[in-house]
Nanobody, 115 residues
Framework: QVQLVESGGGLVQPGGSLRLSCAAS????????MAWYRQAPGKQRELVAS???????NYEDSVKGRFTISRDNAKKTVYLQMDSLKPEDTAVYYC?????????WGQGTQVTVSS
């Protein structure tokens, strides 16, 4: 079956960095568009960054210049490098895979930015 397994979340101080990973199985990874979403308490889930099968990237305005999404098709993994983290980045981060109207989600990983 399809599995998206996120890792790399945790507690970090403001200004710090984290690298999230999402390992996929059960899908032809290279043809899927991949994305990271986040959901903070009391807020709707929002798109943070996405990367197409061809490697084109897109970012939510508040993370531009701080976050970098990348993918390794050989490892079937998508990454989110998060630098200069702010308290408002605190949320559960979810990995998403999408192709031809079909969408899969990971279970989420908690990122907490606090001093």
């Amino acid at each position: 079956q399809v599995q998206l397994v996120e890792s790399g979340g945790g507690l970090v101080q403001p200004g710090g960095s984290l690298r999230l990973s999402c390992a996929a199985s059960g899908i032809l990874f290279r043809i899927y568009a991949m994305a990271w979403y986040r959901q903070a308490p009391g807020k709707q889930r929002e798109l943070v960054a996405s990367i197409t099968s061809g490697g084109f990237t897109n970012y939510e305005d508040s993370v531009k210049g701080r976050f970098t999404i990348s993918r390794d098709n050989a490892k079937k993994t998508v990454y989110l490098q998060m630098d200069s983290l702010k308290p408002e980045d605190t949320a559960v981060y979810y990995c998403n895979a999408k192709y031809a109207g079909v969408s899969y989600w990971g279970q989420g990983t908690q990122v907490t930015v606090s001093s």
